[in-house]
């Protein structure tokens, strides 16, 4: 075996030679070094493997600005833990297609962003409306179907029409942790 050295400063500043150890790999017979690196294969393509198998969390979500706040507040909260996709929507349509579709975590509805139009009381003149009627009959669906965590937000107080059905509603000028706290149940599975 040929003998490697390394150079390395010594006190006085100037280069001593000294022999680099050997790995046990090295060391080892031909047939072990051969059963090592295969062993060294074999975990590093299960960790890549356990990497690759994150659990994946999906929120359904309208389009606009308020959405994109929300999304990143999500990620930022479950980057270490899963990897996160949401899908858009424009249309309470839409919405319920994504729905039957896709497995899901989480529906996040700015109503003001969202074409109604489907749900009791929807009005087909009207191409995005703050109709509050099917915006509740719709998302109470899909709770109710579902199980999931259903968020309506808007910019006028909204609660009460909400009661009842298992969607919570979300003040548009809702606070970080306001946000956190209504979606910890679904933030925790993931």
């Given at each position: 075996?040929?003998r490697?050295?390394v150079?390395?400063?010594d006190?006085?500043?100037?280069?001593?030679?000294?022999?680099?150890?050997?790995?046990?790999?090295?060391r080892?017979?031909?047939?072990?070094?051969?059963i090592?690196?295969?062993?060294?294969?074999?975990?590093l393509?299960?960790?890549?493997?356990?990497?690759?198998?994150?659990?994946l969390?999906?929120?359904?979500?309208?389009?606009?600005?308020?959405?994109?706040?929300?999304?990143?507040?999500?990620?930022?909260?479950?980057?270490?833990r899963?990897?996160v996709?949401?899908?858009?929507?424009?249309?309470?349509?839409?919405?319920?297609?994504l729905?039957?579709?896709?497995?899901f975590?989480l529906?996040?509805?700015?109503?003001?962003?969202?074409?109604?139009d489907?749900?009791k009381?929807?009005?087909?003149?009207?191409?995005?409306?703050?109709?509050v009627?099917?915006?509740?009959?719709?998302?109470?669906?899909?709770?109710?179907?579902?199980?999931?965590?259903?968020?309506?937000?808007?910019?006028?107080?909204?609660?009460?029409?909400?009661?009842?059905?298992?969607?919570?509603?979300?003040?548009?000028?809702y606070?970080?942790?306001?946000?956190?706290?209504?979606?910890?149940?679904?933030?925790?599975?993931?």
């Open positions: 075996m040929a490697e050295f150079s390395e400063i006190k006085r500043g100037g280069y001593a030679l000294v022999k680099k150890p050997s790995s046990a790999v090295e080892a017979a031909p047939r072990v070094r051969g090592l690196s295969g062993m060294v294969a074999e975990t393509a299960i960790a890549k493997k356990e990497r690759l198998a994150r659990p969390f999906t929120g359904l979500m309208s389009d606009g600005p308020i959405e994109e706040a929300a999304a990143f507040i999500i990620e930022t909260e479950l980057k270490n899963c990897d996709k949401f899908i858009r929507f424009k249309s309470a349509t839409e919405l319920m297609k729905a039957a579709d896709t497995p975590d529906i996040f509805a700015y109503l003001g962003n969202v074409k109604w489907i749900g009381g929807h009005a087909k003149d009207h191409a995005y409306n703050v109709a009627e099917p915006a509740v009959d719709v998302l109470g669906q899909l709770k109710a179907r579902y199980d999931k965590t259903v968020v309506a937000v808007q910019g006028i107080r909204l609660a009460k029409q909400f009661e009842g059905t298992g969607v919570t509603f979300l003040y548009s000028l606070t970080v942790q306001e946000l956190l706290e209504m979606l910890s149940p679904c933030l925790r599975k993931s």
